[in-house]
C-alpha cells in the first residue's frame, strides 16, 4: 500500500507584492520565480524527495523521509535570501491527491494566500519510517513515442510544444479523476506522475485514453521505494527498458500483477 506524505509550498502573499509599489518588471519576476523553484528543488532534491512547480507561486512536492525540522530549515533559508516567504502545509494519505487536499486545507484554514498577516505556516501530518511499508512512494515516468521524429525534428516549436502540452493535458486529468495520482510536466516530453498502486493494465489504460484523446503514443516505467527520489530512478530505469523492447509498460523489479483482480 502506498503512503504519501506530499507538502504545498505557497508564497505568501505573493499576489500583492508583485504590484507593490507598483507593477514589477516581468522579467525580474519571472528570474525571482525560476531561481526559487530552484532553490527549493536543491533542498528537497538533496533530502530524497521531488518537487514540482504548479504556478510557481505554489509548488507541489512529495517529501516523504523530510521531518518537520527540516521543512522548518527550509523556510528559514528562504526568507533570509528572498523577499518573500513561504508557507507550507503537510498532508499524508494513501493517494497522492488525497494527501494534497490535506496538505490545502491545513494552509487554507491558516488564511489566506493574499493575507499580509499570514506569513510562514508550517501545518501538518509527518510520517516517520515506523508507519510505512518498505515501498510507499510509487513514481511513474512517462514520455511520449518518438517525440523527436515525430515532432522536434518536424515541426517548428511551438506546434511541438502544443502537441506535448495536450498529451500531458489529457493525462493529467485521466490519472487524477481515475486514481487520485499526480501528473507534472518536467520538460522535454517527460510526465513524471506520483501514484498510489496501480496494477499494469491500469497503466495501460492511461496511455489507451490518451492516444485515443488526443493522438499521442506514451510508454511509462514505473519505480517503487521508500523516497520520490529512490522510485524515480527506478522508474527511469524501467523506462529505459520500454526503449530498448518497444513495450509500453515496465515496471522496476519486483514485478506486480497485471490485473487489478
Given at each position: 500500500m502506498t503512503t504519501t506524505q506530499l507538502t504545498l509550498v505557497q508564497l505568501d502573499?505573493?499576489?500583492?507584492?508583485?504590484?507593490?509599489?507598483?507593477?514589477?518588471?516581468?522579467?525580474?519576476?519571472?528570474?525571482?520565480?525560476?531561481?526559487?523553484?530552484?532553490?527549493?528543488?536543491?533542498?528537497?532534491?538533496?533530502?530524497?524527495?521531488?518537487?514540482?512547480?504548479?504556478?510557481?507561486?505554489?509548488?507541489?512536492?512529495?517529501?516523504?523521509?523530510?521531518?518537520?525540522?527540516?521543512?522548518?530549515?527550509?523556510?528559514?533559508?528562504?526568507?533570509?535570501?528572498?523577499?518573500?516567504?513561504?508557507?507550507?502545509?503537510?498532508?499524508v494519505a494513501e493517494t497522492p491527491a488525497a494527501a494534497l487536499n490535506g496538505a490545502t486545507e491545513r494552509i487554507q484554514a491558516a488564511g489566506s494566500a493574499q493575507d499580509e498577516n499570514r506569513t510562514e505556516v508550517l501545518a501538518g501530518t509527518f510520517l516517520t519510517s515506523e508507519e510505512t511499508g518498505p515501498e510507499p512512494i510509487h513514481i511513474a515516468h512517462f514520455d511520449v513515442n518518438d517525440a523527436t521524429g515525430k515532432y522536434t525534428d518536424?515541426?517548428?516549436?511551438?506546434?511541438?510544444?502544443?502537441?506535448?502540452?495536450?498529451?500531458?493535458?489529457?493525462?493529467?486529468?485521466y490519472m487524477r479523476k481515475a486514481h487520485g495520482a499526480l501528473s507534472f510536466f518536467v520538460g522535454g516530453d517527460n510526465i513524471i506522475a506520483v501514484c498510489p498502486e496501480l496494477s499494469a493494465d491500469a497503466y495501460q489504460d492511461a496511455i489507451d485514453h490518451v492516444e485515443?484523446?488526443?493522438?499521442?503514443?506514451?510508454?511509462?516505467?514505473?519505480?517503487r521505494d521508500?523516497?520520490?527520489?529512490?522510485?524515480?530512478?527506478?522508474?527511469?530505469?524501467?523506462?529505459?527498458e520500454?526503449?530498448?523492447?518497444?513495450?509500453?509498460?515496465?515496471?522496476?523489479?519486483?514485478?506486480i500483477p497485471t490485473s487489478d483482480d
Open positions: 502573499n505573493y499576489g500583492p507584492w508583485t504590484v507593490t509599489p507598483e507593477p514589477r518588471r516581468e522579467m525580474d519576476l519571472q528570474t525571482l520565480q525560476s531561481r526559487l523553484f530552484a532553490d527549493i528543488a536543491q533542498f528537497i532534491g538533496g533530502r530524497g524527495g521531488y518537487v514540482f512547480y504548479t504556478r510557481f507561486d505554489n509548488m507541489i512536492a512529495v517529501t516523504n523521509g523530510i521531518d518537520r525540522e527540516a521543512h522548518a530549515t527550509l523556510q528559514e533559508s528562504i526568507s533570509n535570501r528572498y523577499p518573500v516567504t513561504i508557507s507550507l502545509g503537510v498532508g518536424q515541426m517548428n516549436e511551438f506546434d511541438s510544444f502544443i502537441h506535448i502540452e495536450r498529451s500531458y493535458a489529457s493525462l493529467m486529468e485515443s484523446d488526443v493522438g499521442i503514443e506514451l510508454k511509462v516505467g514505473v519505480g521508500r523516497t520520490a527520489h529512490t522510485a524515480g530512478i527506478a522508474a527511469k530505469h524501467a523506462l529505459e520500454c526503449r530498448f523492447d518497444g513495450t509500453t509498460v515496465e515496471f522496476a523489479e519486483p514485478p
